[in-house]
């Protein structure tokens, strides 16, 4: 094995270490699971289909809407894992331990989308089960044309493997936002605001033009992967929205490798 090669695998088994001796990521990943199924789970329950009322509800794509606000949580889990290095100092540490900064950077990176991926897998899972027992019960049966929510379906199979994509890409993104910006508060109000201000835009947008644009290119476009139903009225079609996330998350670590390459610690 080359001295690259080992370098870079005992700076993830550093970073591992750093992860799972404190308690905060670990606490992380269970409120990325939770938040995400109680946010599921309560839009499902406040969506009925009355009898005899023609319904359009992409119920898939309902059933994940926990993944908008799980996101959050995973940008601090990501964020806090470069971060909290940076405020306590011990950065200089694993940096005189490291010197090859890009190694640093990938471990942090692997850990952190990881961790996000494992994380809203489950999280995923348990919306589509969480769906199979709410949504027949508020007048989205088989009859009615809504079939139980089931992975076996590929329109559901593509949307819960693209959500899982989504929030890991997220956790990309912040990891490089919270290198480059290296405060903690700044970078995860950098991060909320990056995802959440758009689709505020482009509420108050009249323009159709440009509300097409700020929707098809905003980091949230990702969520477009969720659609399995009106795919032809989307502004960006699925796996597009998540690549447009991708070329995101891409600036930012590229962002993060030169800070990290040129700029003191």
């Known amino acids: 094995m080359s001295g690259a090669a080992v370098t870079m695998r005992d700076a993830l088994r550093a970073e591992w270490t750093k992860q799972r001796t404190i308690a905060g990521p670990a606490w992380l990943v269970v409120a990325v699971i939770a938040f995400t199924v109680a946010i599921s789970a309560a839009a499902m329950a406040a969506t009925r289909c009355p009898a005899g009322v023609a319904c359009t509800v992409d119920t898939t794509r309902l059933s994940l809407t926990g993944v908008q606000f799980g996101q959050a949580v995973v940008a601090i889990l990501a964020i806090l894992a470069v971060c909290n290095e940076y405020s306590t100092g011990m950065i200089r540490v694993t940096l005189a331990a490291m010197p090859r900064r890009p190694h640093v ?148 670590l590229l962002g993060a490798w030169l800070v990290l390459r040129y700029r003191d610690a």
């Open 105 to 252: 950077l990938a471990a942090k990176t692997c850990l952190s989308s990881g961790f996000a991926v494992a994380a809203s897998a489950v999280a995923v899972l348990a919306c589509v089960l969480v769906a199979r027992l709410i949504l027949p019960g508020h007048g989205f049966t088989a009859a009615r044309g809504f079939p139980l929510t089931s992975l076996a379906d590929p329109g559901t199979f593509r949307a819960a493997i693209g959500s899982v994509l989504y929030l890991g890409l997220i956790a990309l993104l912040s990891t490089g936002i919270a290198t480059v910006v290296r405060d903690p508060a700044v970078a995860i109000g950098a991060v909320l605001a990056l995802l959440y201000i758009f689709p505020v835009i482009a509420a108050f947008v009249g323009n159709p033009l440009w509300h097409n644009r700020i929707e098809r290119y905003s980091p949230m476009a990702g969520l477009n992967i969720q659609a399995t139903t009106g795919l032809n009225s989307l502004p960006i079609t699925p796996w597009a929205g998540l690549g447009v996330l991708a070329i995101w998350a891409g600036i930012a």
